[in-house]
C-alpha cells in the first residue's frame, strides 16, 4: 500500500507549492517509495487524519501517521533503512536540523513576505479569506502591503545566501557529491518561490541557482514537473 | 610518535587564540590522539614544515603533512576511522562544510573586526609589524578603527546566531547529542573571541553561550584550561 500524502494546493491541484510539503514530496522520490497524494487546501488542513496537525504535510504509511517534514523525514529514514539514505549518518541527521533552521530564519522570512500576495491568487475564495485573516494577524498589516520594499531587500537576501554559495563551490550538493535531504530543505524554498511568482529571486548565474536546476532535474525531474509561474 | 600541531601563539605561549588551530586541537583531544603543539607567530608561518602553507594550523603525523582545519579533521577521520568520529558518517562531512561557511560568513566578520586590536595587543613587536601591515591592506583603514562601531552591530550579530539558538532547542551539540566537528567548527570562533578580548559577544543567558560553556568543558576542559582575557 502507497503512502499518503497531504500535499497543501491552491485553485490548481496540479500546482502544490509548499516549501514543506516539497521536502517530503522529494524525500519519498528519494527513497524509491510509492505515494499518493491528497490535494489538501489551507481550510481542509484541520481535518486531516481525524486533526493530527495543525499544518501539513501529513503522512499516512499504513498505521502510521506521521506530521511535521523533518519529522517525516526521520521515519522514512529509519522505517526503511534499506533504501538511499536522506541523511548520509547520524551525524547528517543532526547537521540537518541546522541546515533546516538557518534556511527558516534566512530564506522563509524574504520569499514568504515577498511572495504573499502570489500565493493569495492562487487560493480559491475560501482560502483567500483564511489565508488572509491568518497572515494579517502574522504580519500584523494589509496582505497587499507585505511584499512592498521586496526590492530594497533583493540584495540583501542575495548576500545572506553566502554560505550556501561558498558550500556549492566544493561540492555539488550539499549533501555532497548526490544530494541529501538537506538540499530538499533549501530547495522546497525555492521551489515554493518559483511555482507561485515570477519574482526573480536569484540571479540566473548565481551558483544557487544552477544548483537549483539542478535539484530540478532529480528524481525523473518532479520538481521541474510541475511549471513555474508564469 | 605523537602529531605534531603548529599552533599560533603570541606573546604567552600558553594562550594559544587562532580559531582554525582551536578546531584542531578539539579534534585532536576528540579523537583521544596524543599531540604536541609548537608554539608559532605570524611571522614564523611561512617557515613551517618548509613552507607547507601561508596559514596554519598545519599538523604532521609521521611523514604526512596537512594543512588547514577542515582538510585536517577528514584527514584525521579517514585516518583514524577507529576511534570517535568527528562526522557521523559522510552526510556529515558534506554538511559540517555548511556549518564551517556560516561560521565564516556569519561569525568570523564581527569578531575578528571587533577584536583586531585585542589581537594586536596579545603580540610581540616583529608580529604586531607583520599584523598592522597585512590587516591595513585587508580592512584598507588603520587598525585602531576597524573595531570602531561594534556596539552598535553587536544586536545584530547576536540575531545572526539564531540558526544556531534555535538548533541548540533541538539538540544539545550541533552533532546532536554529543559533540562533532561542527560543534568545534563555532567553538573556534567563540574561542577565539574568549582567549583574546574580554568583549561580551553572547548575553550569559544565551543559548548560545550555555553551549559554549559545554564545549569548554569538553576532554577534560581543554578549552577551559586557557583562562578568558581578564
Redesign the interface.
Given at each position: 500500500m502507497s503512502i499518503k500524502l497531504y500535499d497543501l494546493v491552491g485553485k490548481d491541484h496540479s500546482r502544490p507549492f509548499s516549501p514543506h510539503c516539497w521536502k517530503v514530496r522529494m524525500a519519498l522520490a528519494h527513497k524509491n517509495l510509492s505515494y499518493e497524494t491528497v490535494p489538501t487546501s489551507f481550510t481542509e488542513v484541520r481535518a486531516v487524519e481525524g486533526g493530527a496537525s495543525k499544518i501539513i504535510p501529513v503522512i499516512r504509511d499504513g498505521e502510521t501517521v506521521v506530521s511535521d517534514s523533518f519529522a517525516i523525514a526521520l521515519y522514512l529514514e529509519h522505517t526503511y533503512p534499506d533504501r538511499p539514505?536522506l541523511?548520509?549518518?547520524?551525524?547528517?541527521?543532526?547537521?540537518?536540523?541546522?541546515?533546516e533552521?538557518?534556511s527558516?530564519?534566512?530564506i522563509h522570512p524574504f520569499i514568504g513576505s515577498a511572495v504573499l500576495m502570489d500565493i493569495h491568487e492562487c487560493l480559491e475564495p475560501v482560502d483567500q479569506a483564511h489565508f488572509r485573516k491568518t497572515r494579517e494577524a502574522r504580519f500584523n498589516k494589509p496582505l497587499e502591503e507585505v511584499p512592498v520594499g521586496r526590492d530594497e531587500k533583493l540584495e540583501a537576501f542575495r548576500a545572506s545566501l553566502?554560505?550556501?554559495r561558498?558550500?556549492l563551490a566544493?561540492?555539488p550538493?550539499?549533501?555532497?557529491v548526490t544530494p541529501?535531504f538537506?538540499d530538499y530543505i533549501v530547495f522546497g524554498a525555492l521551489q515554493w518561490a518559483r511555482v507561485v511568482s515570477t519574482y526573480g529571486f536569484l540571479a540566473s548565474d548565481d551558483p544557487v541557482a544552477v544548483w537549483f536546476e539542478r535539484c530540478l532535474a532529480l528524481h525523473e525531474g518532479i520538481g521541474a514537473s510541475v511549471p513555474a509561474a508564469a
Open positions: 539514505t541523511f548520509g549518518g547520524q551525524g547528517g541527521e543532526s547537521m540537518a536540523r541546522f541546515i533552521r538557518w527558516l530564519a534566512t553566502a554560505p550556501l561558498s558550500t566544493e561540492q550538493f550539499i549533501g555532497g541529501l538537506c
